[in-house]
């Protein structure tokens, strides 16, 4: 889920951001300090913005730094339990395949991908699914449920699980082709037929 926060906070601008503009100097601050890094409570920071309400630049003894107690604007993303998403596939296993969720990549294991026979081709480096002859490779687009969660400090450290199991769940070519309307035996009779006065002419 991807939420937008105000935070408040109090940030040190060293010396040597003095010469440039205050609110930049903020900016690059939090952006250098936050980014990219994960809170345990909001998920990861992507992106820092919006610096206002900037009070203060008291000067501590001893220290040459100036202090601010700013509020500014965070979009966070954390991995929830039950989330659906399109994601693509970024790596194929013999055991599974690995998903793109944004900052994260979720796995989905081979027993969670189909209700079909499942097979590695190493040759290919694709997955084989036996009774429907559908594949799962590199690049394709995904939607896949969450089904665990374990948030860590870091994002490589974060481990998320994934299932393509279930009602609008799988590869997204598969699923456009159980939309599209099948036709019926009289359908297609007509359709021989036609073709087969086609070709008597």
Avoid: C
Wanted: proline share 3%; hydrophobic share 35%; aromatic share 8%.
């Amino acid at each position: 889920m991807y939420k937008v926060l105000t935070v408040s906070d109090t940030i040190r601008v060293p010396p040597s951001y003095f010469a440039m503009e205050l609110n930049s100097s903020i900016l690059r601050i939090l952006q250098d300090r936050y980014e990219r890094k994960v809170d345990l409570e909001n998920g990861v920071v992507l992106k820092i913005w919006n610096i206002h309400d900037i009070k203060g630049g008291r000067v501590v003894l001893g220290d040459g730094a100036a202090y601010y107690d700013v509020k500014y604007n965070v979009l966070t993303y954390i991995p929830e339990t039950h989330e659906v998403l399109n994601g693509e596939v970024t790596e194929v296993m013999d055991f599974g395949v690995f998903i793109n969720i944004g900052p994260f990549d979720g796995l989905v294991h081979l027993s969670q991908i189909a209700n079909d026979f499942i097979t590695f081709d190493k040759k290919s480096g694709n997955l084989l699914l036996k009774g429907s002859k559908h594949t799962v490779k590199k690049g394709d687009v995904v939607r896949a449920k969450i089904v665990s969660v374990s948030m860590k400090p870091t994002i490589p450290e974060t481990k998320i699980a994934m299932t393509m199991k279930g009602d609008g769940l799988g590869n997204i070519s598969w699923l456009y082709e159980e939309e599209k309307p099948k036709k019926t035996k009289k359908e297609k009779e007509e359709k021989t037929a036609k073709e087969a006065k086609a070709k008597k002419k």
